[in-house]
Nanobody, 114 residues
Framework: QVQLVESGGGLVQAGGSLRLSCVASGFTFSNAVMSWYRQAPGKERELVAGINAIGGTEDAASVKGRFTISRDNAKNTVYLQMNSLKSEDTAVYYC????????WGQGTQVTVSS
């Protein structure tokens, strides 16, 4: 059974930092494309950053230079380091795994106060 468990969300002031973690189980983590998505109230879910099986990354333009995605295959964990946070980064952040199909975590709330 596939499980993705996110942690690390919370309340932070603008300009601050948070690191999200997503621990995966139930599939071969090292083969999966791992991504972080976010969904703000009243908006569609959007891709924040992704990392493929060989470590290649892709970032949304809105977070480029501020957020960094990384993975530790030994720990079955993907991270999202978020620096210089802005109020517009406030959203529920979801971990996603793609391996023949999409799998989703339950989400973690990130709130940035201005």
């Amino acid at each position: 059974q596939v499980q993705l468990v996110e942690s690390g969300g919370g309340l932070v002031q603008a300009g601050g930092s948070l690191r999200l973690s997503c621990v995966a189980s139930g599939f071969t983590f090292s083969n999966a494309v791992m991504s972080w998505y976010r969904q703000a109230p009243g908006k569609e879910r959007e891709l924040v950053a992704g990392i493929n099986a060989i470590g290649g990354t892709e970032d949304a333009a809105s977070v480029k230079g501020r957020f960094t995605i990384s993975r530790d295959n030994a720990k079955n964990t993907v991270y999202l380091q978020m620096n210089s946070l802005k109020s517009e980064d406030t959203a529920v952040y979801y971990c996603n795994a793609f391996l023949l199909r999409n799998y989703w975590g339950q989400g973690t709330q990130v709130t940035v106060s201005s």
